[in-house]
């Protein structure tokens, strides 16, 4: 690398902080080895417990819950007899394993990236930096892959249409991270989370709550999806795409020794959509029509068995219950009828691929899964995740922080944390043992807290190194600019992180004050 691309002697304060930051995360373990540690010492304290007689009442339950711990004989044989049950009853397994087959099968069908051009590509030239913060904020769908398909493609259509293509490229990236945890299509991630928010909640034994499903959440992501999406399109038209022309950063690729020819880049990421995936699309749609329409045949006669004994479909009904089914039959039938037409599914052979493909690149997740299937059930079984809500919903009652201040720092916690554990199903297995029956002890559904959680889950990730992305795209930044380095990018990304926090917090604000649904039957008040 040239003297021309290291970075200056003298930092300022940004540079220092995210420094920091840096060293402090490369302190932390990978979230594997984390959790074996939080495991261990959750047996020694529990153990601790048990030998010090610490008993436990939850409000409303006859029998005190007693502190059971790990290192002695009963732990053992509970760990020995439960290790696989407590991995493969992982209940996220159970929702995000058929979730992500179906997903699998749209995206390296070409259907969710044809989908994304086909937006892009049709857009008119002043709507691009919106459009553009939409998609990259429902981008999640196609999990991770977002973070290496939209930024460039943004770049490619901002550029042809006149505009600066590090706008794009920058805000593409931006809006897929800060909005991540949010979507107004279900995804796997609604799957994941609700799976644990479920299995944290047995805590508290016997205690009602409404259950927590992959559509919880539902309008509240729609609402915050759309808004953030416009949030970021305007960051992008008003303050991204005016500084970069200020400061003379160039609109075409640098020739860099050893790079991929740009103009192979853009053939492979071409915006414009051939007739044979247009056509695809559009099959795509009408098969997602005909199976809306069989599903509305199915559910709506007032005799159907996807009702519940009422008659109706809320608070709990089959068909709340069959949420799962409807998101893996929705991606499959449009995911296969676009494969099938512009030829990238030609056999079961073919979709079996695709499916595999899908789980090979959730392969961490599912090794992951094993110590926090574990974890949150030693966590249950031992008694302190009760302990734990008890006396933080106590403690948050006697301080008076019962309203939505508590709220506010919750997501505040969670912002601080998402700068060191970027693994969003491992942050929330933390905080959702911990939060989520506290919560549901002073009057707020899991569905809500888990609501919360996405708030604060999301938008510090494009500001901290710790994300693997981050490298990626300053890859992408350095063929127009071979001199940036992750301070240039970071502060390019800051503009959106206090925004995103801010305005998702105020919607947050607005179903609680409010009193809304957040989804289908889940509410924020317990009742």
Do not use: C
Request: glycine residues 10%.
């Amino acid at each position: 690398m040239s003297a021309a691309q290291t970075t200056p002697t003298k930092s300022g304060f940004t540079d220092r902080a995210l420094n920091w930051v840096e060293w402090a995360g490369n302190k932390l373990p990978e979230p594997f080895m984390l959790f074996i540690v939080l495991f261990v010492i959750t047996g020694l304290v529990s153990t601790g417990m048990e030998l010090a007689g610490v008993v436990v009442s939850v409000p409303g339950s006859d029998e005190p819950t007693v502190i059971r711990g790990l290192f002695t004989g009963e732990g053992m044989a509970w760990l020995t007899t439960n290790l696989g049950i407590n991995y493969i009853g992982f209940p996220p397994l159970v929702t995000v394993m058929p979730i992500l087959l179906a997903i699998g099968i749209a995206q390296h069908s070409g259907l969710l990236a044809a989908g994304i051009r086909k937006l892009f590509g049709s857009s008119p030239a002043w709507m691009l930096p919106y459009v553009v913060g939409f998609v990259g904020v429902v981008s999640s769908i196609m999990a991770d892959s977002a973070f290496v398909v939209v930024p460039p493609l943004a770049a490619l259509v901002f550029k042809a249409a006149g505009r600066h293509p590090v706008a794009g490229l920058l805000g593409g990236f931006a809006a897929a991270g800060a909005g991540y945890s949010t979507n107004i299509f279900p995804t796997s991630l609604d799957a994941l989370f609700a799976g644990i928010t479920t299995s944290v909640m047995e805590a508290l034994p016997g205690f009602e709550f409404t259950a927590v499903n992959p559509v919880s959440n539902w309008f509240f992501n729609i609402v915050a999806s759309i808004i953030l999406g416009f949030v970021a399109g305007f960051i992008i038209d008003k303050l991204i795409e005016p500084r970069l022309k200020r400061q003379n950063v160039p609109v075409d690729e640098v020739a860099v020794e050893g790079a991929e020819d740009p103009s192979d880049s853009a053939e492979h990421m071409r915006a414009a959509l051939t007739p044979k995936e247009n056509k695809g699309l559009l099959v795509a749609v009408l098969a997602g029509v005909v199976l809306t329409a069989l599903i509305l045949v199915a559910v709506l006669p007032a005799g159907s068995a996807w009702r519940n004994e009422e008659g109706g479909f809320l608070p709990k009904s089959p068909l709340l219950s069959s949420i799962v089914f409807i998101v893996v039959a929705y991606f499959m039938v449009v995911g296969t009828a676009y494969g099938v037409i512009v030829g990238t599914l030609r056999s079961t052979r073919d979709a079996v691929q695709m499916m595999s493909d899908a789980l090979k690149e959730m392969l961490p997740f599912i090794v992951l899964a094993f110590i926090l299937g574990n974890f949150i059930s030693l966590f249950n079984w031992s008694g302190i995740g009760t302990w734990i809500a008890v006396t933080g919903a106590a403690g948050l009652e006697n301080a008076g922080l019962t309203g939505f201040g508590a709220v506010l720092g919750f997501i505040l916690l969670a912002s601080v944390l998402n700068l060191f554990i970027i693994s969003g199903s491992g942050m929330w297995a933390i905080m959702g043992a911990v939060f989520v029956p506290m919560f549901a002890l002073i009057g707020y559904e899991p569905a809500f807290t888990q609501a919360a959680f996405r708030v604060g889950d999301s938008a510090t990730q494009v500001i901290t190194p710790m994300n693997p992305y981050m490298i990626v795209l300053l890859g992408m930044l350095r063929k127009y600019e071979p001199a940036a380095g992750l301070g240039t990018l970071m502060a390019r990304m800051l503009p959106f992180v206090i925004p995103f926090w801010l305005v998702w917090t105020a919607i947050l604000a607005v179903f609680f004050f409010f009193d809304l649904p957040l989804g289908p039957g889940n509410g924020i008040f317990m009742e």
